[in-house]
Every structure is written in structure tokens, then in C-alpha cells.
């Protein structure tokens, strides 16, 4: 089976079934990565490179274990220690490496719409590590993976994503893969944080209760407050938001069920979850880190072999 798209700009641009094929040939990558050696030769003759424009840690990490798993050859580039504090344009720094052979680029970068704009205008595989507000579509298949592992399916499951919804391009990836995979979508927080017309737009429920948010969803999916993305007060302050909207034991105690917890990272402990929540034994948050090699060296690998789709 093949992907339907060359590249992996967005979970909007995917089908069912390419979710689907990402997410059981990630489980087969999962059984590799538990051997002792825990490489496969798929991607031997490949050449990759790591564009980061943003800061990362795990994204980054875990795209360059992913390759390295694979047998890629993987180069790392960081913006900040290269020609392009001197001016050099994205295009002409990709066209650049390109020129030394270089098959994919894997590209994270604070425009939203950056690796859109590099589809058009170069011939390599693209993978969107996260492109500003818009998408992060590895990181909402390493959380369907994580919650199938849970929960068994996504088809019917309820998902609340929490917090920063309007700068989170984690929510929107989430939004637009658990509504493609059946699951039921919510999205809690504070009405600043929260896009105006979002429910009639992305088919989700909408909760400013927190309380209500938790006690009705199987999975809270916790965000963090991006204010490197928000350019005016949306809330009086941290502590403020984290009594009113922060996931506490206190709270997660008071509901009758045990719901599993999820955080795409960094956490920032004490603002949007609290210690004791992201450590307890009802958080995935380290597993959703794991998951992250496995879907990453899929996602890879697909690609690899999709070089003649449109
Ligand atoms: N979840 C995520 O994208 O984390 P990083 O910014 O560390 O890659």
C-alpha cells in the first residue's frame, strides 16, 4: 500500500487510509525498535536533512533516532547557526542542500505554510515538523497511536483537547485526524484561547467548564500556552489560569472514572498541568515521546518509497 500524497504537509491533506497505513506501519516499526538491534536498512540510500528553524527537542530528536534507525544518512541544520543570519532565503538555502544530493527534508519553521511554500518549488519529499499555528502532523499520528495503544481504537472515543487552542497547531492536527478516525473532538479552555467560529468550522463541541470538559471526555490532551505566539493579553496570568483552567489531582481525582492524560511537550509544570497529574499513572506523556521514533520512521519510510504521487 501507498500513501495518497508525496509529502506530509498536514493531516487536512490525508485520507482514513493513509492515517490508517501511518499508524499500522508504525506498530510494525514499534515491534523493531523493542529488538536489540534496532535498526532496519529501509532507508539505506537515502539522504535527509533536519531543517530547524525553531527550537525543538523532541520532534528533532526523535526524527533524527527515527532516521538513523532506518539506516538514512541525516544531516542537522539549525537556522541559528547558519547562512541564514546572513540573509539567505529558505529557498535558497534548501535549493543549496539540495544541490548536494539531498532526497527529503523534514522542515519545522515559526510561518505558518513554510513547507506548503517548499512543495511548490522543490522536487524532495517534504515532512512539516511543525509549520507556526498551522499543523504538526507528526505529532497528532504519535498521539493517535498512543491512544490506540490505551484505549484499543479511536473510532467512537471521546477527546479533549485543553488550553491554548487558538496558537496550537498540535490542536488542529489532533482536530482534523480524530474526526477523520470517528473519535468525538472537544476543545476547553478560555474563550480568548479558544478560535470563535471553531465548532461549526471543525465539527467540535466547545467548553469554557473545565470540570464538565474533564468529566465528559476519555482522553484530555493538554496544551501548552504558546506565548511566543500571542501578541497581546488573552489572560490575566499564569497563576490565574492555572486555577481556573490547570489540570490538577485535586481535580482529576473529583471526577467518577479514571481518564487517561496526554501533553504533547514541553510541559510547563504548574501552569497548564501540575506535577502530580503529568507523572501520575493515568498520564501517556513519556509514551507519547516513544511513539514518536515509530510513527516518525514510518511516516519516513512511506515517503521514501512514494517518490512518483502527485
Ligand atoms: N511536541 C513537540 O513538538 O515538542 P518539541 O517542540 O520539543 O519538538
Redesign the pocket.
Known amino acids: 500500500m501507498q500513501l495518497s500524497t508525496k509529502h506530509l504537509l498536514g493531516i487536512k491533506d490525508l485520507t482514513r487510509e493513509d492515517i490508517s497505513l501511518i499508524l499500522s506501519t508504525a506498530t510494525q516499526f514499534k515491534e523493531v525498535l523493542q529488538r536489540s538491534v534496532k535498526k532496519v536498512p529501509s532507508l539505506r540510500d537515502v539522504t535527509i536533512v533536519n531543517l530547524f528553524y525553531?527550537?525543538?527537542?523532541?520532534?528533532?530528536i526523535s526524527f533524527e533516532l527515527a532516521e538513523k534507525r532506518l539506516g538514512a544518512d541525516t544531516i542537522n541544520f539549525s537556522a541559528s547557526a547558519s547562512s541564514v543570519t546572513k540573509g539567505e532565503t529558505l529557498l535558497d538555502t534548501v535549493n543549496n542542500i539540495l544541490s548536494m544530493k539531498v532526497d527529503m527534508v523534514v522542515l519545522?519553521h515559526s510561518a505558518s505554510g513554510a513547507p506548503h511554500f517548499l512543495a511548490k518549488h522543490i522536487p524532495a519529499a517534504i515532512i512539516n515538523?511543525?509549520d507556526g499555528i498551522n499543523e504538526?502532523p507528526t505529532?497528532a499520528l504519535l498521539d493517535a497511536l498512543s491512544i490506540q495503544e490505551k484505549l484499543g481504537s479511536l473510532e467512537g472515543k471521546k477527546i479533549v483537547l485543553v488550553g491554548d487552542i487558538m496558537h496550537s497547531r498540535?490542536a488542529l492536527s489532533n482536530i482534523y485526524l480524530l474526526n477523520k478516525m470517528g473519535a468525538e473532538v472537544m476543545v476547553a479552555g478560555p474563550p480568548t484561547l479558544i478560535p470563535k467560529y471553531i465548532k461549526e468550522a471543525l465539527n467540535v463541541k466547545v467548553e469554557y467548564d473545565i470540570k464538565k470538559a474533564l468529566a465528559w471526555c476519555d482522553v484530555a490532551n493538554v496544551l501548552r500556552i504558546q506565548l511566543e505566539r500571542q501578541n497581546q493579553v488573552l489572560f490575566s496570568s499564569l497563576r490565574e489560569y492555572n486555577l481556573a483552567f490547570g489540570i490538577s489531582k485535586k481535580l482529576l481525582d473529583s471526577l467518577k472514572k479514571e481518564i487517561v492524560i496526554m501533553h504533547?511537550?514541553?510541559i510547563n509544570r504548574g501552569v497548564e498541568i501540575d506535577s502530580d497529574v503529568a507523572d501520575c499513572n493515568q498520564s501517556i506523556i513519556l509514551q507519547q515521546v516513544e511513539n514518536g521514533v515509530a510513527v516518525r520512521m514510518a511516516a519516513l519510510y512511506l515517503l521514501a518509497g512514494n517518490k512518483t504521487n502527485g
Open positions: 525553531e527550537n525543538s527537542t523532541r520532534t528533532r519545522r515538523a511543525g504538526h505529532q498540535v504533547p511537550g514541553p
